[in-house]
């Protein structure tokens, strides 16, 4: 429990609001065009850009400029094909949901995204 308030801690003193919109129904219009529909979660979340190689681990599973938001173990909305969008209303898509958890528990969310 008392990583669990650590993360939360962190994640609160370094992060921001951000709107996540989780779609929710997909349908076709008359013409055949998809209309997705959507509703908004807000969350608060650490972004982050990586930006320099690690040469200790040159395996690392991120590159230059790879993009990521860390949010708390409590946040609901976070999965494939979801929409982040920051306060400066850049977009970001969600490509993958990694849950670093130990002995079964979330402590925090790391979700790698796109810029669109």
């Given at each position: ?28 219009s008359d ?86």
């Amino acid at each position: 429990m008392a990583i669990l308030k650590l993360v939360d801690k962190y994640i609160d003193r370094y992060g921001e609001t951000v709107t996540i919109k989780v779609k929710s129904d997909k349908t076709y219009s008359d013409f055949g065009d998809i209309m997705e529909t959507s509703s908004d979660v807000t969350g608060y979340a650490i972004y982050n850009v990586y930006s320099q190689s690690n040469e200790f681990n040159p395996e690392s599973e991120f590159k230059d400029g790879d993009k990521t938001f860390f949010f708390k173990s409590t946040q609901t909305g976070l999965a494939n094909g979801n929409k982040i969008v920051r306060s400066d209303s850049s977009t970001y898509e969600i490509e993958d949901v990694l849950d670093p958890g130990l002995y079964g528990s979330a402590y925090v969310y790391e979700v790698k995204v796109n810029r669109i």
